[in-house]
């Protein structure tokens, strides 16, 4: 769910010189928090991790003026410490839903949305490049007894390293993942 | 063992809720102010590997459970399992469709509804329910493939028809020699592509061995010659 921000445009101007003077290193490294904290949240089960960064955003940026005179260390830090807060104090407010729950109230929605996720998969597969989607599916297409025996196959067709392959593999999965996401958020 | 392996280790028992306190504090502490962008990475791709595994079945009844009761509790993690259960679906369905022509065994696309009856009749006598699955997923497979053909009045036979006889052509002349809108032809490419029908390069559309296959069925069954 989207929130609108506590604070003023300048204040964010003022949170991002303090992440940076250079202004686009800020908005990099902005992003690059943003997201971490994105991950450490989803990864301790909140729902909506968005919300709870903007939350942290938040903190931190009304309490710039603060912050800038008191504290000296590395901004990420800072952050970490008030994402910690914040959890806490959602893990007080929230209760965590079973899955068994979850899965049972939403059966027919699972179906709707897992037959999306597969018409968003095919669509996002022709976007890309025929060598990528063929070497996607190469990667995942693989039985259980044979899955180490494809991929060193794959890494030697390629010429490049085990270690190589899973990186390639990673990146156009992330890229699929981004794809698919749109893909949804525009058929709902 | 390698810091790296070691790093990889610590992460995947992050995940599967195997690290006590201190430590969890202390990666996660990492995972937001160590601006390596390598440990990210990392973070991420133990991530989708153990996802991968979870959803393809490839992971312990122990490691099942302990997803189940932690990582798995979060919704963003069950949007990643979709996708790769997507993915499994896909791949299930184009290796169906393949198989079609590849294994004589499997019911082919133009077998009639006789035969696939006469099959009901054996198959049904055979207590294993996964002859039964794998023609039900294959009836799937070929109804999707027929949709890619008939849908929109016919145009997916069209263009497979127009595609053998000029051998390669971009949409905008498959738009202009099939006298159809650019919107129908870019829809009916989609599905056709989709199926593995028509294969794509760089905007240029050929028919693929499959596409020739089924079209050389279809004009078998109709008794067209071209």
């Not at chain 2, 069950?78 to 996708?83: D, P």
């Not at chain 2, 027929?146 to 738009?175: K, N, Y």
Request: overall charge negative; hydrophobic content about 35%; charged content about 30%.
């Amino acid at each position: 769910m989207n929130r609108d921000p506590t604070y003023s445009a300048e204040d964010f101007q003022n949170l991002l010189r303090w992440l940076d003077a250079d202004q686009q290193r800020a908005g990099e490294k902005y992003e690059d928090i943003r997201q971490r904290l994105v991950k450490l949240f989803a990864w301790q089960h909140v729902s909506d991790p968005e919300q709870l960064v903007d939350e942290v955003i938040d903190r931190v940026t009304s309490r710039l003026c603060e912050i800038e005179k008191t504290y000296k260390g590395e901004p990420g830090v800072y952050f970490y410490a008030v994402a910690r807060n914040v959890l806490r104090e959602h893990e007080k407010q929230t209760q965590v839903v079973p899955l068994e729950d979850n899965s049972l109230v939403s059966y027919k929605q699972d179906s709707e949305n897992s037959r999306r996720a597969e018409d968003c998969l095919s669509q996002c597969l022709l976007k890309l490049p025929p060598e990528k989607r063929e070497l996607v599916l190469a990667y995942y297409s693989d039985s259980k007894e044979s899955k180490i025996e494809v991929r060193n196959k794959l890494a030697a067709q390629l010429g490049v390293t085990q270690e190589t392959l899973r990186v390639r593999i990673f990146r156009l999965r992330l890229s699929l993942e981004k794809c698919i996401e749109a893909c949804i958020k525009i058929a709902e | 063992m390698s810091q790296r392996l070691a790093e990889e280790q610590l992460i995947r028992r992050y995940f599967l809720g195997d690290l006590p306190n201190n430590e969890r504090e202390h990666i996660q502490k990492r995972l937001v102010t160590d601006h390596d962008p390598d440990l990210f990475d990392t973070f991420l791709m133990i991530e989708g590997e153990l996802l991968d595994d979870y959803a393809f079945g490839f992971i312990s009844h122990q490691d099942r459970e302990k997803l189940e009761s932690g990582l798995l509790l979060s919704p963003h993690e069950h949007r990643k399992v979709a996708f790769v259960k997507a993915l499994n679906q896909h791949l299930t369905k184009n290796k169906t469709l393949h198989s079609i022509l590849a294994e004589p065994t499997v019911v082919p696309l133009n077998r009639s509804v006789q035969s696939l009856d006469q099959n009901k009749g054996s198959d049904a006598d055979c207590t294993d329910s996964r002859v039964w699955q794998r023609l039900l997923s294959e009836a799937h497979s070929n109804r999707t493939l027929i949709q890619s053909l008939i849908d929109g009045d016919w145009i997916g036979v069209e263009i497979l028809f127009e595609l053998t006889s000029v051998a390669i052509a971009t949409r905008t002349e498959l738009s202009s020699l099939l006298e159809r809108d650019d919107l129908a032809i870019t829809d009916a490419l989609s599905r056709l592509i989709h199926n593995g029908l028509v294969e794509e390069t760089v905007g240029r559309y050929s028919c693929s061995s499959l596409g020739s296959e089924i079209l050389e069925k279809i004009q078998h069954v109709i008794g067209f010659k071209a």
